[in-house]
C-alpha cells in the first residue's frame, strides 16, 4: 500500500484508521503467512483501496462472504462498527494518545478518587499507550 491510498467515499473509518489498519495489517500478514487471517484482511483492504468498488459491490460481497476475518474487515469498512485489530488511538493532530491523557480519561469525573482507583488507572493506562505507540510503529509517517 502506498502512502496516498485512494478510499472510496462509502468508507465509514477515517482516512488515518484505514491507513493505520493496512498498514498495521499488512506488518501482521507478513509475520503470520498468506493463509493467516491477517492476510485475509488485507486482501480485503487491498480490494477496497486498489478497486474502489462502489457501495452496492461492497455491500453484496459483505452478503457474500464466509471469512469471518473478511467480513469483519469489510463490515468496519462499511458500517464503523468496531475495527477488526486494535488500532491505535490518535489525538486528532496524528500524535498517539499519552499516558496521561488515558489516565484522566480513565478516572473519569471522580474528583476524589481513591488510592486503589489512582493506581489501576496508572496501570492500565501505562499498558495501553505502550501498545497503541507500539502499533503507530508499525505505520511508516
Do not use: F
Amino acid at each position: 500500500m502506498g502512502q496516498t491510498a485512494l478510499i472510496p467515499a462509502w468508507v465509514v473509518p477515517t482516512a488515518r484508521e484505514v491507513a493505520d489498519c493496512h498498514w498495521i495489517v499488512h506488518a501482521y500478514a507478513e509475520q503470520s503467512g498468506p493463509g493467516s487471517r491477517y492476510a485475509t484482511m488485507l486482501r480485503v483492504l487491498d480490494w477496497v483501496t486498489t478497486e474502489l468498488p462502489d457501495t452496492r459491490e461492497a455491500e453484496d460481497t459483505l452478503r457474500e462472504l464466509r471469512d469471518p476475518a473478511a467480513a469483519d474487515t469489510l463490515a468496519w469498512l462499511l458500517l464503523g462498527v468496531g475495527p477488526p485489530i486494535t488500532l491505535p488511538r490518535r489525538n486528532p493532530d496524528g500524535t498517539v494518545v499519552t499516558d496521561e491523557q488515558l489516565y484522566t480519561e480513565y478516572l473519569g469525573c471522580d474528583p476524589n478518587p481513591i488510592r486503589e482507583q489512582r493506581d489501576a488507572a496508572r496501570d492500565k493506562a501505562r499498558r495501553d499507550a505502550a501498545q497503541y505507540r507500539r502499533l503507530a510503529a508499525l505505520v511508516p509517517h
